[in-house]
């Protein structure tokens, strides 16, 4: 990942849940994932994202991704989960189940999604203390530092703490809930040809929606899109139970499903089975 974030293309990472999401994701041909915290609670816990997640329930998701595909995968680490004895453990966890870069932000812990109102920040010193942490322990994760201070201290001040990140050896830099394209050239300006930086997209977020073309245009090294996937999920299944319960049965639905022997093609089942059979003597 840190050679082909050397390139000048966008890097894209949609978002991801579990194994099969992460799978499908795969075959459609993108480079990275980005397993996200949000989607893990949306989906594990039927929760929002307010800081419920543990640090277990994201490594053991991790490592049924991992099991699954090989692609790059961003993982959203939150505030690492305490303090900075608390981010040595969660860097070593998540590098032991696979993660390629780790994502930590500087919320007050219980966090909160970056795009709802409400979030309180520790104090700049004691983030640099907890990348100094996460740098000291990685083996070859990337770092990427994230600050939520635009939304709490403004965008001059969150610029001040992202340079501040950088110093203290960031791998990557994502300022979140951006409120415009103008701050966005303006973070790209200050920081871009430094250090890559990490654009997230949200739909009905904060920060413009913009496409992968547009923000490497600007000048970000990597997009994200953390809940797009479980949003189109979600839209979808809803459709599928409001179908289901109406009719009783799937007919109406099944135009827009992959039926028994669909889904095993897409899973693998048949190589899956061919593998058993070469035991079973």
Known sequence: MRERLRQKRLLLAPGVYDALTALLAEQAGFEALYLSGASIAYTRLGRSDI???????????????????????????????????????????????????????????????????????????????????????????????????????????????????????????????????????????????????????????KTPALNAAQLEAIGYSIAIFPGGTVRSVTFGLQEYFSLLQRDGGTAAARARMLDFDGLNQTIGTPELLKLGKKYEA
């Open 51 to 205: 800081g419920l997640v543990t640090a277990s329930e994201v490594a053991d998701t991790l490592t049924n991704i991992r099991e699954r595909v090989s692609l790059p995968i961003i993982v959203d680490a939150d505030t690492g989960f305490g303090n900075a004895l608390n981010v040595i453990r969660t860097v070593k966890m998540f590098e032991r189940a696979g993660a390629s870069a780790i994502q930590l932000e500087d919320q007050l812990a219980p966090k909160r999604c970056g795009h709802l109102e409400g979030k309180s920040l520790i104090g700049a010193t004691e983030m640099v203390g907890k990348l100094r942490a996460a740098l000291d322990t990685r083996q070859t994760a990337l770092i990427v530092a994230r600050t939520d201070a635009v939304a709490v201290e403004g965008l001059e001040r969150a610029l001040e703490r992202a340079t501040l990140y950088a110093e203290a050896g960031a791998d990557v830099l994502f300022i979140e809930a951006l409120r415009s394209v103008e701050e966005m050239e303006k973070a790209v300006a200050l920081f871009g040809g430094k250090i890559p930086l990490l654009a997230n997209m949200v739909e009905g977020g």
